[in-house]
């Protein structure tokens, strides 16, 4: 499967607890992007890489969320101290650089902060 | 104004029937526009891409866009009850604005 891939699926913490997760694009894809989705809304923006550069991130929900593509491939998203409120559905994807670029999202990581 | 308003469903209609769904978006610069369908409990796929004015038709689905009424839609002829699903409408603008989705349930 050459799809986008996220790990872990699901993430169970405690308030408080930080954590990260792991986005892998489609091989040949260079613009990456993380969205936030709750019950009942479509996704939200979050912030986006265009190979190693993060090139938007002030939609970020606050200084405890951050991401990295250190090496223009994988991207890790990491939410310190973490809230009730951080409880979503985190989704990753990945479109190549264009006018249109279309974006492939890869199937999330549930995040219960209890 | 939300920048992408999506007809409130839920929505049901008969197996067969053609389901139609709305879409409106406040940035008029906008130049590209998808549809994503997403089951429950799993993440968005696409299903539609148009770019430009008129329709656009991939098999039982077809989108319109009407640029100068800041207005997309989707059809979907012949529903299946595979059908069932929330619809998300997108604005391209390097990053996708969504709305809130439209909930379809195709009765057998």
């Known amino acids: 499967d050459t799809g986008v891939s996220q790990n872990p699926r699901h993430k169970i913490t405690k308030r408080g607890q930080n954590v990260t997760f792991r986005c892998d694009p489609i091989?040949?894809?260079?613009?990456l992007y993380w969205y936030r989705q709750t019950l009942g809304q479509g996704p939200e923006f979050l912030t986006y890489f265009q190979n190693e550069a993060q090139l938007e991130k002030s939609r970020l929900l606050s200084d405890r969320f951050s991401a990295e593509r250190p090496k223009g491939s994988f991207s890790t998203l990491e939410i310190q101290r973490t809230e009730q409120g951080d409880s979503a559905m985190y989704l990753c994807?990945?479109?190549?650089?264009?006018?249109?670029?279309?974006?492939?999202f890869g199937p999330g990581t549930r995040l219960t902060v209890l | 104004q939300k920048e992408v308003e999506q007809n409130s469903g839920p929505l049901s209609v008969p197996e067969g029937a053609i389901a139609s769904l709305n879409c409106t978006y406040s940035?008029?610069?906008?130049?590209?526009f998808f549809w994503y369908r997403q089951y429950s409990g799993k993440s968005p796929e696409l299903i539609m891409s148009?770019?430009?004015?008129g329709d656009k038709e991939d098999g039982r689905f077809t989108a319109q866009l009407n640029k100068a009424s800041q207005y997309v839609s989707l059809l979907i002829r012949d529903s299946q009850p595979s059908d069932s699903a929330t619809y998300l409408c997108?604005?391209?603008?390097?990053?996708?604005?969504f709305g809130a989705g439209t909930t379809v349930t195709v009765r057998a």
């Open positions: 997108a604005v391209n603008d390097y990053k996708l604005s």
């Open positions: 148009i770019y430009s004015n």
């Open positions: 091989s040949e894809h260079n613009r």
């Open positions: 994807a990945s479109s190549l650089d264009g006018r249109y670029n279309e974006q492939f």
């Open positions: 940035d008029r610069g906008s130049q590209s």
